[in-house]
């Protein structure tokens, strides 16, 4: 008998750049569940001013965050939006990875997540969405780069990062003017 309620947790975000309130939505998955699965969205962009990090400085910064508690994979865009096709390809890259559907999405408040995995068959996911405690988001944590508001980010970004600044901060720089981009 599992000592947690859920078996397998998964959550699904771009991560650029990652907060304290990213933070507290993987930790309440790591509670949750026996298994988490970190699928970071929109893997296949970089250096725009919307996702300057590629996926493997994602991977990084989420590895020295959380080591062995999760497990990162990338999930590339595939051009359809939030909707049920989302949802069904989202579940062929957990089912690909775990070998079994996810028992919890966890999330933050999103509307827009609420149809993913509605009409899929013999599929039944619980979500979890986690309120909102923090009044912080990507965006505000990339001006933080841009404008060299070392303090203010620090106030939202786990100790374990702190030595990253200068180097995350120089990627934003490079990406900031770059206003394209393919992730939806």
């Not at 965050?65 to 497990?71: C, E, L, N, R, T």
């Not at 062929?92 to 999330?107: A, E, G, H, I």
Request: net charge negative.
């Amino acid at each position: 008998m599992s000592a947690k309620p859920y078996e397998l947790g998964i959550i699904v975000g771009r991560f650029q750049t990652f907060h304290t309130g990213h933070e507290q939505i993987v930790g309440k998955a790591i509670e949750l569940c026996e298994s988490v699965g970190l699928f970071v969205g929109s893997s296949q962009e970089s250096g725009t001013l919307k996702n300057p990090f590629s996926y493997e400085t994602r991977k990084r910064i989420l590895d020295t965050i959380f080591g062995d508690s999760v497990k990162i994979f990338p999930l590339p865009d595939i051009g359809v939006g939030n909707n049920g096709a989302w949802g069904e390809y989202v579940l062929k890259n957990v089912k690909d990875r775990f070998q079994r559907s996810p028992d919890l999405l966890v999330s933050g408040k999103e509307e827009r997540r609420v149809s993913w995995f509605d009409g899929i068959e013999g599929v039944s996911v619980s979500e979890l969405y986690v309120p909102k405690t923090i009044d912080i988001s990507a965006t505000k944590m990339r001006e933080f780069f841009i404008n060299d508001e070392f303090e203010e980010w620090k106030n939202y970004t786990n100790s374990k990062l702190w030595s990253e600044y200068s180097t995350l901060r120089a990627e934003v720089l490079n990406s900031k003017d770059n206003l394209f981009t393919d992730s939806m």
